[in-house]
């Protein structure tokens, strides 16, 4: 049984930054490729970033890349997602996800509760 905990969310202004912590309550957190994706009103959940399961590998949506970074703390069992100069287009529920042994962006099996992220203009 998986378990992941999605932390960090608020409000902040356009510009701003954030850091979502995802913690996860597994046994052998470092065999897990792991992932974010976001859902914003009326909208489908879309992919925002993905780390495989080695931490060699990261990717990231078009739409961020260079402003966030997905990085994973294994001895602490925890995913990370840093979010700088945030656009209110990022406003949406981040939810994070892990997938056994996932070295590529796919279909993950667990995911969290999400963590609400709000940027004002």
């Known amino acids: 049984q998986v378990q992941l905990v999605e932390s960090g969310g608020g409000l902040v202004q356009a510009g701003g930054s954030l850091r979502l912590s995802c913690a996860a309550s597994v046994r052998a957190f470092s065999t897990y490729g792991m992932g974010w994706f976001r859902q914003a009103p009326g909208k489908e959940r879309e992919f925002v970033a993905a780390i495989s399961w080695t931490g060699t590998n990261t990717y990231y949506a078009d739409s961020v890349k260079g402003r966030f970074t997905i990085s994973r703390n294994n001895a602490k069992n925890t995913l990370y997602l840093q979010m700088s100069n945030l656009k209110p287009e990022d406003t949406a529920v981040y939810y994070c996800?892990?997938?056994?042994?996932?070295?590529?962006?796919?279909?993950?099996?667990?995911w969290g509760q999400g963590t609400q992220v709000t940027v004002s203009s």
């Open positions: 996800a892990a997938d056994l042994w996932r070295t590529t962006p796919g279909k993950y099996a667990y």
